[in-house]
C-alpha cells in the first residue's frame, strides 16, 4: 500500500493539490463513512499548477470561497478551455476514475470528500425507517 492510500481523506486531496497540510473536519453523518472538510488554498507562483486526484470511490464537492480558473486535463483528449469559476460556487467531481485539472490562477476553497458509502448507508437507513 502506497503512503498516499494510508493518509485521512483531507490529507490525500490536500496532497494532491500540492499542500503538506490542511485541517480536515472528519465526521461521521450515518454509520460507518467519513466525510471529510477541508480548507485548500494555493498561491500562484508559477503559470500554471497541476492537480492530479486519484480514483476514489467517492465524490468532490468543491465550494470556491474566491474566483478561480482552472481547465479540465484528460490523458486521452485536449484540456477543456480555461473557465472562470465564480466565488460562491460549487463544482461536483465523481473520483471514480480519477481527475485532473491545471489551475491558472490562486485558489481558496472547501474540499467535501463524500464516499459513496454515504449515499449506500442512508438508503439502507431509509429503507430500514420506511419499513423495507
Given at each position: 500500500?502506497q503512503?498516499?492510500?494510508?493518509?485521512?481523506?483531507?490529507?490525500?486531496?490536500?496532497?494532491s493539490?500540492?499542500?503538506?497540510?490542511?485541517?480536515?473536519?472528519?465526521?461521521?453523518?450515518?454509520?460507518?463513512?467519513?466525510?471529510a472538510i477541508?480548507?485548500l488554498?494555493?498561491r500562484?507562483?508559477e503559470?500554471?499548477?497541476?492537480?492530479?486526484?486519484?480514483?476514489?470511490?467517492?465524490?468532490?464537492?468543491?465550494?470556491?470561497l474566491?474566483?478561480?480558473?482552472?481547465?479540465?486535463?484528460?490523458?486521452d483528449?485536449?484540456?477543456?478551455a480555461?473557465?472562470?469559476?465564480?466565488?460562491?460556487?460549487?463544482?461536483?467531481?465523481?473520483?471514480?476514475?480519477?481527475?485532473?485539472?491545471?489551475?491558472?490562477?490562486?485558489?481558496?476553497?472547501?474540499a467535501?470528500?463524500?464516499?459513496?458509502?454515504?449515499?449506500?448507508?442512508?438508503?439502507?437507513?431509509?429503507?430500514w425507517?420506511?419499513?423495507?
Amino acid at each position: 500500500m502506497q503512503l498516499i492510500e494510508q493518509r485521512l481523506p483531507g490529507e490525500r486531496i490536500a496532497h494532491s493539490f500540492g499542500m503538506d497540510y490542511a485541517g480536515s473536519l472528519i465526521t461521521t453523518p450515518l454509520r460507518a463513512a467519513k466525510l471529510a472538510i477541508t480548507r485548500l488554498t494555493h498561491r500562484m507562483s508559477e503559470t500554471t499548477h497541476a492537480v492530479v486526484l486519484p480514483p476514489d470511490d467517492a465524490f468532490l464537492v468543491l465550494l470556491y470561497l474566491k474566483d478561480v480558473y482552472h481547465c479540465d486535463v484528460w490523458t486521452d483528449r485536449p484540456s477543456t478551455a480555461v473557465k472562470k469559476y465564480p466565488k460562491d460556487t460549487i463544482c461536483l467531481v465523481n473520483l471514480r476514475e480519477g481527475a485532473a485539472i491545471c489551475i491558472r490562477s490562486d485558489f481558496d476553497a472547501l474540499a467535501f470528500h463524500v464516499p459513496h458509502a454515504i449515499f449506500d448507508e442512508h438508503a439502507r437507513l431509509s429503507a430500514w425507517r420506511n419499513g423495507a
